[in-house]
């Protein structure tokens, strides 16, 4: 089976991001697996999935799981790049993955 390396997730405006003072991004809350979640390197947020990412970066520290509306959810802490992706992943949700 692929390993998940990317994730593109439909965030529109920044819902739930911050930007750190030291440069870094923290994403939103997100619903994916753990192991995914340990295993991807790079994170793009899109307006929607038709549009190249707005923010994206990459992944520097572990997943932290989190509890969002009474529900477990992971929140990435990544470095910000300049080259916006295309969306991969072929479900109907708001995130898809691409794979190595």
């Known amino acids: 089976m692929p390993t998940v ?3 593109h997730f439909v965030c529109r405006n ?3 991001v911050t930007v750190l003072s030291d440069g ?4 939103g809350f997100w619903k994916v ?7 991807a390197v790079e994170i793009y947020l899109h307006q929607s999935k038709d549009k190249p990412s707005y923010r994206q ?29 295309n969306w991969e992943g072929e479900g ?9």
């Open 5 to 7: 390396k990317r994730f």
């Open 92 to 100: 109907t949700g708001e995130k898809g993955y691409g794979y190595d």
């Open 57 to 85: 970066g990459r992944i520097i520290q572990p997943a932290t799981p989190q509890d969002y509306l009474g529900r477990p959810r992971f929140v990435f802490t990544f470095e910000s790049f300049d080259t916006p992706g």
């Open 14 to 16: 920044d819902m739930n």
């Open 33 to 39: 697996s753990a192991k995914n979640a340990g295993t």
């Open 24 to 27: 870094l991004v923290r994403s």
